[in-house]
């Protein structure tokens, strides 16, 4: 959280920073600059600064970590104090460590306005803990055979979810799925591309575990822009590939570039997959999808020259516990490094390696649907994105700027 302070219980620390008065003066002052900010009134300030010293006073540790009970019996008072609190625990407590989340949730639903007369909503199933909301929804998406990368995707965004919900999800969610996305965007700061994956993971939770699918209705995906693909040059990928050290790590590196291969599908290679009479090679991708891919004659012998070392080996690439193929961050590392060696500043991950072939592909002439396939790109409209990123026509543009008579006043 900007500038709040952020510590354990004094009677945890060691050597306390701050005396009591201070600690809560220092929390006063960050309200008062965030309700500044807000154009809260002066007057109104003071009131809110009045119903939040004792309850700072109380409570020695992290606002965030005063029991939801006692912050909803200070707010019963009146709708002032109300409001106080409201502004505080949103406002101010905008951000607050990860331990804190889940009882800031808490308070956060304490806070909100009351409504009497609206009925409250019966869940479409019985509620159920949180664990066992998590284990339902990790049977539905294995019975669905989804891949083991996106289960865990989809378990971390709805528990992130249900922390903050702070209470058993219910067909009445509506409105506090959209708080919930606009908080990822707002307050997290999430990029729209990662917060429209967690709305996936809710739509699924809500659909087939919640029995509640027309929760997600009014969520709409946020507008994630297009973004180009990064790139490198032909002459950069012979000085990166050049530059891995050792024979292993080079052939990574080829394979990677020379078959267009995700990082997931380049770790889960198996010598099984190749057909060395045909030159080709079996790629198992993203939802199952299997596709075939060329294995260049040059890239071919190097290959099994490098498998005529470890014939009993279960994945091409193995770490250090024989059967195991090598851990994704491996692989990532002996690209780093590869690009640091060469002293080619990187451009995003080893995916951009997979950028540069489908791009060199297009520029030497293969067509975008030859490229769809050997990518495994379901829509065509995926692979189309390259031909924004290749050379070929653009560098046969001319500059208007070329036309301009303009006097040579030289570059001094």
Request: with cysteine.
């Amino acid at each position: 959280m900007d500038g709040a302070p952020v510590g354990k219980p004094f009677a945890e620390q060691r050597r306390p920073l701050r005396t009591r008065e201070e600690w809560t003066a220092s929390w006063l002052e960050q309200l008062g600059r965030r309700a500044a900010d807000a154009g809260v009134s002066v007057s109104d300030v003071r009131g809110y600064s009045r119903t939040l010293r004792p309850l700072l006073d109380g409570h020695a540790g992290h606002p965030a970590d005063i029991a939801a009970e006692v912050v909803a019996a200070r707010a019963a008072a009146d709708d002032a104090a109300r409001d106080a609190l409201r502004f505080f625990y949103n406002q101010v407590l905008s951000r607050v460590p990860p331990q804190y989340e889940e009882n800031l949730g808490r308070i956060r639903e304490r806070l909100e306005p009351r409504e009497p007369e609206k009925p409250v909503p019966v869940p479409t199933r019985p509620l159920a803990a949180s664990g066992q909301l998590l284990d339902l929804l990790c049977k539905e998406l294995q019975v669905r055979n989804y891949s083991g990368r996106t289960v865990k995707n989809y378990l971390g965004a709805v528990t992130g979810y249900l922390r903050w919900l702070g209470r058993a999800p219910s067909s009445d969610d509506r409105e506090r799925v959209r708080d919930y996305v606009l908080y990822l965007r707002n307050d997290r700061g999430q990029a729209p591309r990662t917060v429209n994956l967690r709305s996936a993971a809710l739509q699924f939770f809500y659909q087939h575990v919640v029995g509640a699918g027309r929760v997600m209705d009014s969520v709409a995906r946020m507008k994630t822009g297009r973004t180009l693909p990064k790139v490198y040059g032909r002459s950069d990928m012979e000085r990166i590939i050049d530059a891995a050290g050792n024979a292993k790590h080079r052939l990574l590196l080829m394979l990677a570039y020379g078959c267009g291969l995700r990082l997931g599908e380049l770790r889960m290679l198996r010598p099984a997959d190749i057909d060395w009479s045909r030159a080709l090679i079996r790629i198992r991708g993203k939802g199952s999808k299997d596709r075939l891919v060329m294995l260049d004659p040059g890239l071919g012998e190097t290959l099994k020259e490098y498998l005529s070392h470890q014939p009993d080996s279960r994945y091409v690439f193995e770490g250090q516990n024989p059967g195991n193929p090598y851990p994704r961050r491996t692989i990532e590392k002996i690209y780093e490094n590869a690009c640091r060696t060469a002293g080619i500043a990187r451009k995003g991950g080893i995916h951009s390696l997979r950028h540069s072939f489908a791009t060199h592909l297009l520029e030497q002439g293969t067509g975008l649907r030859q490229i769809q396939e050997v990518l495994g790109h379901s829509s065509i409209k995926t692979t189309e994105v390259y031909t924004h990123v290749s050379t070929t026509e653009i560098g046969k543009i001319r500059s208007p700027l070329a036309g301009l008579r303009l006097k040579d006043r030289g570059t001094t």
